[in-house]
């Protein structure tokens, strides 16, 4: 049998990591407006489908024996623990298809996460400083493309009528915050690439155009989350590059900018002199979505509530000043810091590995870039800069996928160019590297048959996920219209995401409520019953269940799915009320008394406490 041909191999792999590259740009950049969620889920599915490609090749390079270092089986069992970690969470996930595929609007499940490592491997395990310019000029065409679609919206010359209650500058993120955090860590890629002297003129004049696309859409944006992210990215790359040249200025440089970090810091938390420039409301909101993920934390600690199950603890955990300033009905499904959220939804060990995945970056990625020659360290700063952004915002930040996937890529980068370096000193001090056999075809069969099984099966998930998207999204639009066979097709496709056993439930329940619209209210019912079966801390399907049996004068079980909600969302003063009232109906005066109680302990100042004042007597 004929051995590899050993210039073939080089090909293959690096027609892999180019793959890996254009993926990621095309994670970012991809949106699909027939799908419910354009945005996230579309995201999610290139991203597992690309991640299952290159598992192939992940475990067809680990299978022929590439681990060279003790670095190798640091970084190999870091990940493979943290992967465990996340799929026992799983399993201990009350509401399983939440965990796989993640919340709606968030798609954070386990699948993201697993796809996420897997490309963090697969770059640690093939990417070097070649590649890493390559990284650098995508990231730039990327930086373009976002930019120039931001500017368009800003100038209102959308090509799609997006529903969009935010800003208009949502890019291809679907949100001003996620745009903007994006565009900045492109924007730290542009402008430290100028450094470069293996860019080429024209990558170095794009790079200008990133630079001047990107500040006005983030600027125009009001999000004060991509300034956050090029501040720290810059001052980052600012005071390391003062220290790993030995200025000796080092010391006030670095002393000022932390002083600058400080106040900025403050400045978002409504103190300092940087108050009226960089605080919003919408960031100090934020402390309310922490304090109640690090309460879950703590009463959840071992496996955290459930993979992407924030939301359905949160007004649980809430704080009672919450639904007073904001709404009774105002939520939140996540925890607006990354490490939080893990920690609250995985557990500790979850979150513990993810901080250890980070440390190794940081530590590793430093030490390379004090021992490189001029050029390399350029590469590396440049790269570093923009993944400590990327951290930077992930502390006051949803992680979202278009977002993230550049976060992995980078950090896997830099740990893959350590490893190079690593792979080049020993070639050095030795003569000649470790040296992989030569294989048989045989061998040489296996990626591409491992990954297209992989794909194959892959795919078996991504289908349903894809059609779930787009029968939700059909069964939205023919309500809106005066079809008159509408009622047909309601009742079709909702028939189908309630068949579809990998269908998140948030559209299951949606398509349960186009049911009722239609008049198909026993049908509605029976849908969302079932799904409270599922899932009975729900407060959607409690507050529904509720309201129906009211509308049926069935006040023992509207009672009985009052008090439910009460035992998950203590603080609704809206609805004690009607507990309250409903107590009142029936003569239990005591217990009506015991409701008004309730809601004048901690909402007697508000409409709601007066009514109550008034009414339950």
């Known amino acids: 049998m004929k051995k590899i041909d050993t210039e073939a191999s080089k090909v ?13 740009s095309v994670i970012t950049v991809y949106f699909n407006v027939d799908l419910q969620d354009p945005f996230n889920t579309p995201k999610l599915i290139v991203l597992v489908l690309s991640s299952s490609w290159l598992l192939g090749h992940l475990l067809n390079f680990i299978r022929i024996d590439n681990l060279i270092s003790k670095n190798d089986y640091l970084v190999l069992i870091t990940c493979s623990i943290f992967i465990l970690a996340m799929f026992i969470s799983f399993l201990f996930t009350d509401v399983k298809i939440t965990g796989l595929i993640g919340d709606n609007q968030r798609r954070n499940g386990l699948l993201d996460y697993l796809s996420l490592t897997v490309l963090f491997l697969f770059s640690y395990f093939s990417m070097n400083f070649i590649f890493a310019i390559r990284l650098i000029k995508v990231g730039i065409i990327s930086g373009i493309i976002l930019g120039s679609y931001g500017v368009l919206q800003i100038m209102g010359k959308d090509f799609v009528r997006w529903n969009n209650p935010y800003n208009s500058m949502i890019s291809t993120l679907g949100n001003p915050n996620f745009a903007s955090a994006i565009l900045a860590v492109f924007f730290l890629i542009a402008l430290f690439s100028l450094r470069l002297k293996k860019l080429s003129k ?34 980052f790359y600012i005071c390391l590059s003062a220290y790993l040249n030995r200025s000796r200025f080092r010391y006030a440089i670095t002393s000022f900018l ?21 605080y919003k409301d919408s960031v100090s909101v934020r402390g309310f979505y922490w304090r109640a993920g690090m309460k879950m934390f703590l009463d959840h600690p071992l496996f955290g509530v459930g993979l992407d199950r924030y939301g359905a603890y949160f007004k649980e955990y809430r704080e009672v000043n919450y639904p007073l300033r904001y709404g009774y009905e105002i939520t939140s499904s996540n925890a607006h810091n990354v490490f939080i959220q893990l920690f609250a939804t995985g557990g500790f060990f979850v979150g513990l590995l993810y901080l250890l995945l980070l440390l190794l970056v940081l530590i590793k990625s430093t030490k390379l870039a004090k021992h490189s020659s001029d050029e390399n360290r350029r590469v590396i700063l440049a790269l570093l800069a923009a993944w400590f952004g990327f951290q930077a915002q992930s502390l006051i930040s949803i992680d979202n996928i278009g977002i993230s996937v550049w976060g992995w890529l980078l950090g896997g980068t830099l740990l893959g160019l350590n490893r190079q370096s690593l792979i080049n000193l020993n070639n050095q001090s030795n003569g000649s590297g470790k040296k992989v056999r030569n294989r048989t075809v045989e061998i040489n069969l296996f990626q591409p048959i491992t990954s297209s099984i992989i794909l194959l099966v892959t795919l078996l998930v991504c289908v349903p996920i894809y059609n779930f998207e787009r029968q939700a999204n059909i069964i939205r639009g023919v309500l809106s219209t005066q079809d008159q066979g509408k009622n047909n097709m309601v009742q079709k496709y909702s028939q189908k995401i309630n068949s579809n056993s990998l269908a998140d439930p948030y559209y299951k329940f949606q398509s349960a409520l186009a049911l009722s619209d239609i008049g198909a209210l026993s049908s509605s019912f029976k849908c969302i019953y079932n799904l409270y079966l599922k899932d009975p801390r729900n407060l959607d399907y409690l507050d529904w269940l509720a309201n129906y049996y009211e509308k ?16 998950y969302d203590q603080w609704n003063a809206s609805n004690y009320l009607i507990l309250g009232n409903l107590y009142k109906q029936t003569g239990d005066l005591k217990s009506m008394q015991l409701i008004r109680d309730k809601i004048l302990s901690f909402a007697r100042s508000t409409d709601i406490g007066k009514i109550a004042i008034a009414e339950l007597i």
């Not at 293959?12 to 990621?24: D, E, Q, R, T």
């Not at 794009?206 to 006005?216: D, E, K, M």
């Open 552 to 567: 049926q004068q069935d006040t023992k079980n509207a009672i009985l799915f009052r008090n439910m909600i009460s035992k």
């Open 202 to 235: 024209f990558f170095k004049l794009l790079a200008i155009l990133v630079l001047c696309l990107a500040l006005y859409a983030i600027i125009k944006s009001s999000s004060r989350q991509g300034l956050l992210v090029i501040v720290f990215g810059a001052i």
């Open 12 to 24: 293959v792999k690096s027609s892999a990591i180019w793959f890996l590259i254009i993926s990621a």
């Open 258 to 278: 932390v002083l600058v970090s400080i106040l900025t810091i403050m400045g978002m938390l409504q103190h300092g002199p940087f108050t009226q420039f960089l």
